[in-house]
């Protein structure tokens, strides 16, 4: 398919699975916020997992279909969705074609971040392995930016079978929920050891604000102080996805896709990475709070994410196979038959079998 855009969205940028295996050489990952509903999308449509799709931001984009056919799906948040301005579901599969529109409203107050998932993924050049945009160097996605006014957008091949899934709804006990108040499971460490346990207590039991500094690099945290045994700073190390961080003015900062590879503030702890997807779906003035997880705790929680992601491929794929021939319910009827090039009329009827005929 070929789409053009008529209008971009807050923030709308292509994203795939991320840009792994280049931090040593200071490429960060980049890739989706929330990678669950990237994959459970793609999934549902009969992608590979890792397909590029739209990642948008809180207000998204109104596109034209110009050429082709396919599915498409929206997963993540909740936005108001409609095709050729009718509301049509989310988490669904549903087919598109040339003249149509798609349109991604505001967000419906669940959840920040919504994937537009299609059949064949959106298809722009690799660059180092992915086709995720990196804002702050300005590579990958379409040239490196957000989407803009008149962009055209071309999306692989059609997948086997793709028009098999249209129709194809994910069951509501696989997709995320972004309404609980849960506090965001943290594995402590690696420099946990660096803090008070006064100031370990304050992380452990304190009520946080996202602050207005968050974006696609870390989400910075308001409230109470977060006190270090001597100082906040480290020989730099490796950054991973949910870092959290305490500088010297002691608010927790997490780190997220588009995070820096090294760093040198202490890290107080690091999120499950389900609850780093979770935390990716609220806004700024929203509140969160950390209890503390063990790391068979963490290792546990994304057995069971990636078990879910399983259950959605299987399911479509049981939808793909379904019958959809309408057959008649007969009791009798009239079969030709050749044997020996000569022709025979069979006539059959269906005997009921509780009276022992």
Same mark, same amino acid.
């Given at each position: 398919?070929?789409?053009?855009?008529?209008?971009?969205?807050?923030?709308?940028?292509?994203?795939?699975?991320?840009?792994?295996?280049?931090?040593?050489?200071?490429?960060?990952?980049?890739?989706?916020?929330?990678?669950?509903?990237?994959?459970?999308?793609?999934?549902?449509?009969?992608?590979?997992?890792?397909?590029?799709?739209?990642?948008?931001?809180?207000?998204?984009?109104?596109?034209?279909?110009?050429?082709?056919?396919?599915?498409?799906?929206?997963?993540?948040?909740?936005?108001?969705?409609?095709?050729?301005?009718?509301?049509?579901?989310?988490?669904?599969?549903?087919?598109?074609?040339?003249?149509?529109?798609?349109?991604?409203?505001? %967000?419906? @107050?669940?959840?920040?971040?919504?994937? *537009?998932?299609? +059949?064949? !993924?959106? #298809?722009? /050049? $690799?660059?180092?392995?992915?086709?995720?945009?990196?804002?702050?160097?300005?590579?990958?996605?379409?040239?490196?930016?957000?989407?803009?006014?008149?962009?055209?957008?071309?999306?692989?091949?059609?997948?086997?079978?793709?028009?098999? %899934?249209? @129709?194809?709804?994910?069951?509501?006990? *696989?997709?995320? +929920?972004? !309404?609980? #108040?849960? /506090? $965001?499971?943290?594995?402590?460490?690696?420099?946990?050891?660096?803090?008070?346990?006064?100031?370990?207590?304050?992380?452990?039991?304190?009520?946080?604000?996202?602050?207005?500094?968050?974006?696609?690099?870390?989400?910075?945290?308001?409230?109470?102080?977060?006190?270090?045994?001597?100082?906040?700073?480290?020989?730099?190390?490796?950054?991973? /996805?949910?870092?959290?961080?305490?500088?010297?003015?002691?608010?927790?900062?997490?780190?997220?896709?588009?995070?820096?590879?090294?760093?040198?503030?202490?890290?107080?702890?690091?999120?499950?990475?389900?609850?780093?997807?979770?935390?990716?779906?609220?806004?700024?003035?929203?509140?969160?709070?950390?209890?503390?997880?063990?790391?068979?705790?963490?290792?546990?929680?994304?057995?069971?994410?990636?078990?879910?992601?399983?259950?959605?491929?299987?399911?479509?794929?049981?939808?793909?196979?379904?019958?959809?021939?309408?057959?008649?319910?007969?009791?009798?009827?009239?079969?030709?038959?050749?044997?020996?090039?000569?022709?025979?009329?069979?006539?059959?009827?269906?005997?009921?079998?509780?009276?022992?005929?």
């Amino acid at each position: 398919m070929k789409l053009q855009v008529l209008s971009p969205g807050m923030l709308t940028t292509i994203q795939d699975l991320g840009r792994w295996g280049y931090q040593g050489k200071g490429m960060p990952v980049a890739g989706a916020m929330d990678g669950f509903s990237l994959q459970a999308g793609n999934l549902l449509l009969g992608n590979h997992r890792n397909l590029a799709a739209l990642e948008i931001t809180v207000l998204g984009p109104a596109l034209s279909v110009k050429e082709g056919q396919g599915v498409i799906c929206l997963s993540g948040a909740e936005l108001d969705f409609h095709i050729n301005n009718e509301k049509v579901p989310a988490w669904t599969a549903l087919k598109v074609k040339e003249g149509d529109t798609i349109s991604a409203g505001a %967000s419906a @107050g669940k959840g920040a971040r919504a994937y *537009l998932c299609v +059949s064949g !993924g959106f #298809d722009v /050049p $690799l660059v180092m392995g992915s086709r995720s945009t990196y804002l702050r160097a300005g590579i990958g996605g379409l040239e490196g930016r957000p989407l803009k006014k008149g962009d055209i957008l071309s999306t692989g091949p059609n997948v086997s079978l793709w028009e098999r %899934s249209e @129709g194809f709804i994910c069951p509501q006990n *696989l997709r995320p +929920s972004y !309404g609980k #108040d849960e /506090p $965001l499971r943290a594995v402590m460490g690696p420099q946990d050891d660096l803090f008070t346990k006064e100031g370990i207590d304050t992380f452990l039991h304190s009520e946080y604000t996202i602050s207005n500094n968050a974006d696609r690099m870390g989400y910075r945290m308001d409230g109470p102080y977060v006190e270090h045994a001597e100082g906040a700073d480290i020989v730099s190390d490796a950054i991973p /996805p949910g870092s959290i961080q305490v500088p010297g003015h002691g608010q927790p900062i997490v780190m997220l896709a588009d995070r820096q590879t090294t760093g040198g503030y202490t890290k107080i702890a690091v999120l499950a990475k389900s609850d780093i997807y979770a935390l990716s779906q609220k806004l700024p003035g929203q509140k969160v709070h950390f209890r503390s997880a063990t790391f068979e705790e963490a290792i546990a929680i994304a057995k069971k994410e990636e078990q879910k992601l399983r259950e959605i491929d299987l399911a479509r794929a049981s939808y793909r196979s379904r019958c959809k021939i309408s057959v008649p319910s007969l009791s009798q009827g009239t079969w030709s038959v050749t044997i020996n090039g000569k022709s025979h009329e069979v006539s059959w009827e269906l005997m009921d079998q509780k009276k022992g005929e």
